[in-house]
């Protein structure tokens, strides 16, 4: 069973450049949630994800995006990047959504400068 | 809107004792899900333990146990007999099951001395 991947694992990027960063799902989930973890921080819930479609999304504004792929993969795409942008960002899959344990990856460091 | 407190920062043990982690949330549903999380330097999220609400019995999976006061909205999480592997930040997060949007507390950060 493959576990969830995420990639890149480091970025760095400057103020007001545009940013995808991707995942794979567990095997057998359909459900991907993304979260924004700030330095010393506990992680914040960007969006998620439900076939293909959003299914909830958190205090986020609208530069923060969001696709799922018929394999249940998933990307997060960020535009106009800000200092602010840079953090840990987590991606979880689970089998379904409503109290089902979420599987996360090793997460995406982003920089900005 | 729920909000999960854990007040203590950091937290230390020696190996082979037991140590708790508390966590408070609040929350207006009498459904809804609590997890702990670890998270080590290496990052990787990795779930430690569940409860669902409207199981009055705590959960338990090898060392780690929980004491689920719904009362008293607390969640504190036991390690029994530590081992320097469990040195790692812990999270203790709510799902309220409409969706799986989790809210997570601040995080506490635990040290076990050989």
């Not at chain 2, 036991?78 to 203790?92: E, V």
Request: proline share 4%; with cysteine.
């Amino acid at each position: 069973e493959t576990g969830v991947t995420q990639s890149p694992t480091h970025l760095i990027k400057t103020r007001g450049q545009q940013v995808t960063l991707r995942c794979s799902s567990q095997s057998g989930h359909n459900t991907v949630s993304w979260y924004q973890q700030a330095l010393g921080q506990g992680p914040q819930f960007i969006f998620q994800y439900y076939r293909e479609e959003e299914n909830g999304r958190g205090n986020f504004p609208p530069r923060f995006s969001g696709l799922q792929f018929p394999n249940y993969s998933s990307e997060l795409n960020v535009n106009a990047l800000e200092l602010d942008d840079s953090a840990l960002y987590l991606c979880a899959s689970s089998s379904l959504f409503g109290g089902e344990t979420q599987y996360f990856g090793p997460g995406t460091r982003l920089l900005v400068l | 809107a729920q909000t999960v407190t854990q007040s203590q920062p950091e937290m230390s043990v020696q190996e082979a004792e037991t140590v708790t982690l508390s966590c408070t949330y609040d929350t207006s549903e009498s459904d809804y899900y609590l997890f702990w999380y670890k998270q080590p330097p290496s990052r990787q999220m990795i779930l430690v333990i569940r409860q669902e609400a409207y199981k009055q019995q705590n959960a338990t999976e090898n060392r780690f146990s929980v004491n689920f006061q719904k009362a008293a909205k607390s969640f504190s999480l036991k390690i029994s007999d530590s081992q320097l592997g469990d040195a790692a930040m812990y999270f203790c997060a709510y799902d309220t099951g409409a969706n799986s949007k989790l809210t997570f507390g601040k995080g506490i950060t635990l040290s076990v001395r050989p």
